[in-house]
Nanobody, 121 residues
Framework: QVQLVESGGGLVQAGGSLRLSCAAS????????MGWYRQAPGKQRELVAT???????NYADSVKGRFTISRDNAKKTVYLQMNSLKPEDTAVYYC???????????????WGQGTQVTVSS
């Protein structure tokens, strides 16, 4: 089994910053894509940012220039640095990790438990 533990959410004023972390553990052979998604009340879950094993990144238009995704392969951890936060960024943020796990080399697609980010105006 693969477990994801998220941290770093909280309450911040508009214009502030937060950094989310998501650490993967378990019998992991390799990690391919890592990403962050968010879900606001009454809305569908949406992509925020993804990063491949090679470091290529992809961002939602709404966060480009404000959010930065990065990863530490040795720590099996993905980060999301969020700057210039806006009230519309308020949501539960979920990390997602896709890779290959042991003992049989099976692909996994795991989600974190979610962390609340609230931006006050």
């Amino acid at each position: 089994q693969v477990q994801l533990v998220e941290s770093g959410g909280g309450l911040v004023q508009a214009g502030g910053s937060l950094r989310l972390s998501c650490a993967a553990s378990g019998n992991i052979f390799s990690i391919n894509a890592m990403g962050w998604y968010r879900q606001a009340p009454g809305k569908q879950r949406e992509l925020v940012a993804t990063i491949t094993s090679g470091g290529s990144t992809n961002y939602a238009d709404s966060v480009k220039g404000r959010f930065t995704i990065s990863r530490d392969n040795a720590k099996k951890t993905v980060y999301l640095q969020m700057n210039s936060l806006k009230p519309e960024d308020t949501a539960v943020y979920y990390c997602n990790v896709i890779g290959i796990r042991g003992p049989w080399g099976i692909e996994f697609n795991s989600w974190g438990q979610g962390t609340q980010v609230t931006v006050s105006s």
